[in-house]
């Protein structure tokens, strides 16, 4: 594909409510990375797939939440029991190969709003 | 003190001008060094990456970078309105993950 693709583009849910946000990343590439975004802030990061494996989910920032990507290709983020703090742009982004020189590509982003 | 350090702005800077922008960060270990430009509403959008020190040149745009500062900057020469937007510095500390800043937002005023 073109680029990373996010869906939904915008999500409501009612507080207690669980959703799930998917990330298509460039074709061919290694590397999945998942960030939030506060109004105002700049991304911060949640976790980091190589291929099917999840090597790094420090920042995730509490058991509610969780991600998968069973197939090394789209990945899932899921939010459990939804809270008003959980409301912010959630963005993908994938690079060629796990490394640190590898420039990272955004998608879209998934503008989540908790009532 | 945060890893990553940006002056919050708004930088305001005429059409034509030469806009500078400036991020520290904490880690000597950082590996790489990318700027993003996002604009409101919108996703990050990467415009320049530096690994050495020195200078690196890419159009309008100059990416320095310090490491023995632990300084990296962005210049914008013959700054355009279009270049309005909120610039982010990431760092690469070497665990993948990108350390961002804050961002700093750029006016440039016709």
């Known amino acids: 594909g073109a680029g990373v693709s996010q869906s939904p583009r915008y999500k409501v849910a009612k507080r207690g409510q669980d959703v799930a946000l998917r990330c298509d990343p460039i074709s061919g590439h290694v590397s999945l990375f998942w960030y939030q975004q506060a109004l105002g802030q700049g991304p911060e990061f949640l976790t980091y797939f190589q291929n099917e494996a999840q090597l790094d989910k420090s920042g995730l920032p509490s058991d509610r939440f969780f991600a998968e990507r069973p197939e090394g290709s789209v990945s899932t983020l899921k939010i459990q029991r939804t809270q008003q703090e959980d409301s912010a742009v959630y963005l993908c982004?994938?690079?060629?190969?796990?490394?640190?020189?590898?420039?990272?590509?955004f998608g879209p982003g998934t503008r989540l709003t908790v009532l | 003190q945060k890893e990553v350090e940006q002056n919050s702005g708004p930088l305001s800077v005429p059409e034509g001008a030469i806009a500078s922008l400036n991020c520290t960060y904490s880690?000597?270990?950082?590996?790489?060094f990318f700027w993003y430009r996002q604009y409101s509403g919108k996703s990050p959008e990467l415009i320049m990456f530096i690994y050495s020190n020195g200078d690196k040149e890419d159009g309008r745009f100059t990416a320095q970078l310090n490491k023995a500062s632990q300084y990296v900057s962005l210049l914008i020469r013959d700054s355009q309105p279009s270049d309005s937007a909120t610039y982010l510095c990431a760092v690469n500390t070497g665990f993948q993950k990108l350390v961002f800043g804050t961002g700093t937002r750029l006016l440039v005023s016709p």
């Open positions: 880690d000597r270990g950082s590996q790489s």
């Open positions: 982004a994938s690079s060629l190969v796990g490394s640190s020189y590898n420039e990272q590509f």
